[in-house]
């Protein structure tokens, strides 16, 4: 009976074990930018971590079993001399530690600005710092070091109730230094925004468990969303001349991968970076009309209508690019120059400049801007606008356009030549 009791004890045990490693994993849809990170910094110097945050004790001098240090230098106890891992970082600080003699927690640290009813991505990387053939340990030290592994806890504000953890498992020395990324998602519950990051120390000290950690991160996790238009382009698709003006329905298709319900808002770009909010367009499809310029689409996507037009709580979609056929070299330029508001041929006059680019026989570009000059010079900026028929016909025209964006204002130049 003993014996049968001691086997159920044991498969409960590793299912036990097995069930919490398997949750460690990574946002299976679209990760947003960080709206949490720690690098620990770059210098020479040793640091110390913010108080309260961890239960070890910080040294300047040789880190021993229970000691830390965030620090540039790994140069110990035949240790890898390893970089941090941050990237392009010069002298990169990485919290060191050498774990102490018995398993428990010794990192803490307090994560705000959350929102709720969202689901986040936490990750870290991790290295065994002791290096597998460096086999010095045991009575005759000729025994590997312990491996290092370390449980990460998510607790909620109160530190009372565990939100969600997992487990790495033993992570064994390598013959090269050796990064390794661990996640573990989680969703936080209404009304709630920040939460606690603990780490604990799995395996007993002595001769190994040694580690270093490196680029603490927090991501929104949602849905990967790709754009889909009409006809069945996803994310691009490239117009020739005939095709203009276009319109078609754009469609935004989750993979249902986190959110259960969706909620939308629809962006429109003339470059790919400067967005803006179409008004009154929250649907998951969204009609666009007779569209004649580079343009960009894409869609904020959110679980919860409250968090839709918080970017440290939505996620984007792919990008719906309209390609246009751009005006090659040695386009012929018809230009009509109307000169308005001439007061006193000494002042400055206002020019109102209609310009059409012709290809092929095919009309490019139609517009009109508003340009200040000179008296009998037509001007924007510093270029001369030339008009065909000048002496200096067949010059190159650089044209600088200022359009509005939600940010302010930006600017673009056209490259024209004429005959």
Known sequence: ????????????????????????????????????????????????????????????????????????????????????????????????????????????????????????????W???????????????????AIPINVTFEIWDSTDTVLIKSGDTGNIKGSYAPNWEQYGLVFQTKPGQTSVILKMRNNSIGGCGNDLAIDDIMFKTCGDSVIIEDASGNKNNISLSNNELPYSTILKAAPDFSVFSTHFYQWQKSENGIDWVNIIGENRS???????????????????????????????????????????????????????????????????????????????????????????????????????????NAGAIIEETIYYKTVYGYNSKKRIYSTK
């Open 285 to 391: 499809d969204f009609s666009i009309k007779k569209i004649s310029t580079l343009s960009y689409y894409r869609v904020l996507v959110a679980e919860d209508a409250v968090n839709l037009l918080n970017s440290s709580c939505n996620s984007t979609s792919e990008i719906y690019k309209v390609e246009i056929p751009q005006p090659k070299k040695g386009a012929k330029i018809r230009e009509k120059v109307t000169r308005i508001n001439v007061i006193n041929p000494k002042e400055s006059i206002k020019t109102k400049k209609q310009v059409t680019i012709v290809m092929n026989g095919h009309k490019i570009i139609n517009h009109e801007v508003w340009i200040d000059g000179a008296l009998g010079k037509y001007v924007q900026t510093s270029e001369k606008i030339i008009k065909q028929g000048d002496i």
């Open 1 to 124: 009976m003993k014996k049968k009791l001691n086997i159920i004890l044991l498969i409960l045990f590793i299912f036990l074990g097995l069930k919490l490693q398997a949750q460690l994993g990574f946002c299976t849809g679209n990760s947003g930018d960080p709206i949490f990170s720690e690098d620990f910094g770059v210098g020479y110097n040793d640091e110390p971590i913010s108080s309260g945050s961890t239960t070890y004790n910080f040294t300047t001098g040789i880190p021993r079993n229970g000691y830390y240090k965030v620090s540039s230098n790994t140069n110990w106890f035949g240790w890898f001399n390893t970089r941090d891992h941050t990237p392009n970082d010069k002298n990169g600080r990485a919290l060191i530690v050498n774990a102490s003699t018995e398993p428990g927690e010794f990192f803490k640290i307090s994560v705000s600005g959350l929102c709720e009813n969202t689901t986040y991505e936490f990750s870290s």
């Open 126 to 144: 991790l290295i065994n710092l002791f290096p597998y053939n460096h086999k010095v340990c045991g009575f005759f030290k000729n025994e590997s």
